[in-house]
Protein backbone atom coordinates (compact mmCIF):
# COMPACT_ATOMS: atom_id res chain seq x y z
CA UNK A 1 0.00 0.00 0.00
CA UNK A 2 2.79 2.03 0.33
CA UNK A 3 4.15 1.74 -2.85
CA UNK A 4 0.71 2.20 -4.10
CA UNK A 5 -0.21 5.32 -2.44
CA UNK A 6 3.62 6.94 -4.00
CA UNK A 7 3.54 10.72 -4.77
CA UNK A 8 0.28 12.19 -5.79
CA UNK A 9 -0.14 14.73 -8.73
CA UNK A 10 0.10 17.82 -5.86
CA UNK A 11 -3.38 19.70 -8.04
CA UNK A 12 -5.35 16.52 -7.31
CA UNK A 13 -4.11 15.82 -3.59
CA UNK A 14 -5.19 19.26 -2.98
CA UNK A 15 -8.66 18.63 -4.75
CA UNK A 16 -9.24 15.57 -2.87
CA UNK A 17 -8.56 17.44 0.33
CA UNK A 18 -10.84 19.76 -0.24
CA UNK A 19 -13.65 17.48 -1.27
CA UNK A 20 -12.67 15.10 1.67
CA UNK A 21 -13.02 18.06 3.96
CA UNK A 22 -16.42 19.08 2.68
CA UNK A 23 -17.68 15.37 2.82
CA UNK A 24 -16.91 15.40 6.39
CA UNK A 25 -18.16 18.62 7.37
CA UNK A 26 -21.94 17.35 5.77
CA UNK A 27 -22.14 14.92 8.25
CA UNK A 28 -24.60 14.99 11.11
CA UNK A 29 -22.29 14.05 13.10
CA UNK A 30 -19.62 17.03 12.27
CA UNK A 31 -22.33 19.25 12.83
CA UNK A 32 -23.21 18.09 16.36
CA UNK A 33 -18.94 18.01 17.41
CA UNK A 34 -17.61 20.54 19.43
CA UNK A 35 -14.53 19.40 19.17
CA UNK A 36 -12.74 17.75 16.13
CA UNK A 37 -9.30 15.95 16.62
CA UNK A 38 -7.51 15.53 13.87
CA UNK A 39 -3.83 14.55 12.65
CA UNK A 40 -1.24 16.89 10.59
CA UNK A 41 -1.31 14.58 7.32
CA UNK A 42 2.00 12.82 6.20
CA UNK A 43 3.55 13.95 2.72
CA UNK A 44 1.55 10.62 1.09
CA UNK A 45 -1.81 10.93 3.07
CA UNK A 46 -4.90 12.77 2.53
CA UNK A 47 -4.47 16.21 3.19
CA UNK A 48 -5.65 17.71 6.67
CA UNK A 49 -5.22 21.35 6.32
CA UNK A 50 -8.61 21.89 4.62
CA UNK A 51 -10.35 20.23 7.21
CA UNK A 52 -8.50 22.36 9.87
CA UNK A 53 -9.80 25.06 8.04
CA UNK A 54 -13.11 24.20 8.05
CA UNK A 55 -12.80 22.90 11.92
CA UNK A 56 -11.68 26.02 12.81
CA UNK A 57 -14.40 28.59 10.62
CA UNK A 58 -17.01 26.45 11.95
CA UNK A 59 -16.52 27.41 15.67
CA UNK A 60 -15.31 23.99 16.36
CA UNK A 61 -11.74 23.06 18.72
CA UNK A 62 -9.36 21.87 16.71
CA UNK A 63 -7.24 19.17 18.22
CA UNK A 64 -3.91 17.25 17.49
CA UNK A 65 -2.30 14.24 18.86
CA UNK A 66 1.31 14.20 20.80
CA UNK A 67 2.81 11.07 21.82
CA UNK A 68 3.70 10.19 24.96
CA UNK A 69 6.50 7.81 24.54
CA UNK A 70 5.78 6.51 28.57
CA UNK A 71 2.68 6.06 28.46
CA UNK A 72 2.85 5.12 24.55
CA UNK A 73 -0.61 6.82 24.02
CA UNK A 74 -1.50 9.50 22.29
CA UNK A 75 -2.35 12.83 23.76
CA UNK A 76 -4.75 15.57 22.59
CA UNK A 77 -3.97 19.21 23.00
CA UNK A 78 -5.97 22.19 21.48
CA UNK A 79 -4.30 24.13 18.11
CA UNK A 80 -5.54 27.49 17.24
CA UNK A 81 -3.21 27.57 14.16
CA UNK A 82 -1.72 25.38 11.96
CA UNK A 83 1.43 27.05 12.27
CA UNK A 84 1.81 25.86 16.00
CA UNK A 85 2.56 22.55 14.90
CA UNK A 86 5.64 21.98 14.56
CA UNK A 87 7.71 18.26 13.77
CA UNK A 88 7.55 15.76 16.77
CA UNK A 89 8.32 12.14 16.68
CA UNK A 90 8.82 10.05 13.66
CA UNK A 91 8.28 13.61 12.12
CA UNK A 92 4.79 13.91 12.72
CA UNK A 93 3.41 17.01 12.97
CA UNK A 94 2.30 17.84 16.60
CA UNK A 95 1.68 20.70 19.09
CA UNK A 96 4.47 21.45 21.17
CA UNK A 97 2.67 21.84 24.70
CA UNK A 98 -0.11 22.52 26.31
CA UNK A 99 -3.24 21.20 28.76
CA UNK A 100 -4.25 17.38 27.44
CA UNK A 101 -7.92 17.13 26.57
CA UNK A 102 -9.84 13.95 27.50
CA UNK A 103 -11.94 13.17 24.24
CA UNK A 104 -15.31 12.04 24.95
CA UNK A 105 -18.70 10.91 23.19
CA UNK A 106 -19.77 13.58 20.62
CA UNK A 107 -16.10 14.50 19.88
CA UNK A 108 -14.76 12.87 16.71
CA UNK A 109 -11.13 11.98 15.83
CA UNK A 110 -9.55 11.77 12.23
CA UNK A 111 -8.13 8.60 11.98
CA UNK A 112 -4.72 8.04 9.74
CA UNK A 113 -4.31 4.55 7.80
CA UNK A 114 -2.54 2.68 4.88
CA UNK A 115 -5.47 1.09 4.09
CA UNK A 116 -9.26 0.97 5.40
CA UNK A 117 -12.17 -2.17 5.11
CA UNK A 118 -15.93 -1.75 5.18
CA UNK A 119 -15.90 -3.66 8.32
CA UNK A 120 -13.60 -0.44 9.66
CA UNK A 121 -10.68 -2.27 10.22
CA UNK A 122 -7.56 0.07 9.64
CA UNK A 123 -3.95 -0.49 8.65
CA UNK A 124 -2.12 1.04 10.62
CA UNK A 125 1.88 2.34 10.43
CA UNK A 126 2.87 -0.49 12.51
CA UNK A 127 3.34 1.26 16.03
CA UNK A 128 -0.16 0.65 17.29
CA UNK A 129 -0.64 4.38 18.96
CA UNK A 130 -4.26 4.74 17.87
CA UNK A 131 -5.10 1.18 19.02
CA UNK A 132 -3.53 1.63 22.51
CA UNK A 133 -5.10 5.50 22.79
CA UNK A 134 -8.93 4.35 21.82
CA UNK A 135 -8.79 0.47 22.81
CA UNK A 136 -11.69 -1.83 21.76
CA UNK A 137 -12.86 -2.01 25.25
CA UNK A 138 -13.13 1.65 25.44
CA UNK A 139 -16.53 2.38 24.69
CA UNK A 140 -18.73 4.22 24.50
CA UNK A 141 -16.19 6.94 23.51
CA UNK A 142 -15.60 9.35 20.78
CA UNK A 143 -16.35 8.87 17.47
CA UNK A 144 -13.49 7.44 15.25
CA UNK A 145 -13.53 8.28 11.62
CA UNK A 146 -10.85 6.76 9.11
CA UNK A 147 -9.32 9.53 6.45
CA UNK A 148 -7.94 8.53 3.02
CA UNK A 149 -8.09 8.84 -0.40
CA UNK A 150 -10.82 6.39 -2.00
CA UNK A 151 -7.95 4.09 -3.27
CA UNK A 152 -7.40 3.28 0.11
CA UNK A 153 -10.05 1.28 1.14
CA UNK A 154 -9.85 -2.42 -0.01
CA UNK A 155 -12.52 -5.17 0.40
CA UNK A 156 -10.73 -6.68 3.51
CA UNK A 157 -7.63 -5.80 5.60
CA UNK A 158 -5.58 -8.01 8.24
CA UNK A 159 -6.84 -7.04 11.70
CA UNK A 160 -5.96 -8.55 15.17
CA UNK A 161 -7.42 -9.21 18.98
CA UNK A 162 -5.91 -5.57 19.91
CA UNK A 163 -7.01 -3.19 16.45
CA UNK A 164 -10.03 -0.79 16.92
CA UNK A 165 -11.84 -0.33 13.91
CA UNK A 166 -13.43 2.95 12.57
CA UNK A 167 -16.58 4.01 12.77
CA UNK A 168 -16.78 6.10 9.87
CA UNK A 169 -14.75 6.43 6.41
CA UNK A 170 -14.10 9.47 4.83
CA UNK A 171 -12.61 9.80 1.28
CA UNK A 172 -13.05 12.30 -1.27
CA UNK A 173 -15.14 10.36 -3.35
CA UNK A 174 -18.06 9.19 -0.27
CA UNK A 175 -18.27 8.90 3.52
CA UNK A 176 -19.26 5.60 4.51
CA UNK A 177 -20.46 3.99 8.22
CA UNK A 178 -18.42 0.92 8.86
CA UNK A 179 -19.89 -2.20 8.93
CA UNK A 180 -23.23 -1.12 7.73
CA UNK A 181 -22.79 -0.61 3.83
CA UNK A 182 -24.69 2.67 4.72
CA UNK A 183 -24.23 5.43 1.49
CA UNK A 184 -23.10 3.26 -1.42
CA UNK A 185 -23.27 -0.25 0.00
CA UNK A 186 -19.48 -0.20 0.07
CA UNK A 187 -19.60 -0.61 -3.88
CA UNK A 188 -16.78 2.24 -5.09
CA UNK A 189 -17.69 5.00 -6.67
CA UNK A 190 -17.05 5.83 -10.20
Not at 63 to 73: A, G, S
Not at 115 to 126: E, M, S
Request: net charge positive.
Amino acid sequence: MRAQLGEADPGWAEAAAVAAAARLAAMPEYAGASRVALYAALPRELGTRPLFDAVRRDGKTALFPRTHPERRVLEFITAARWEELEPGRYGVREPPSGTCVRLEVGDLVIVPGLAFDAAGHRLGRGGGWFDRTFPRTARPGPLLIGYAYERQVLESVPSGPTDRCVDWIVTERAARRAGTGEQGKWKRPR
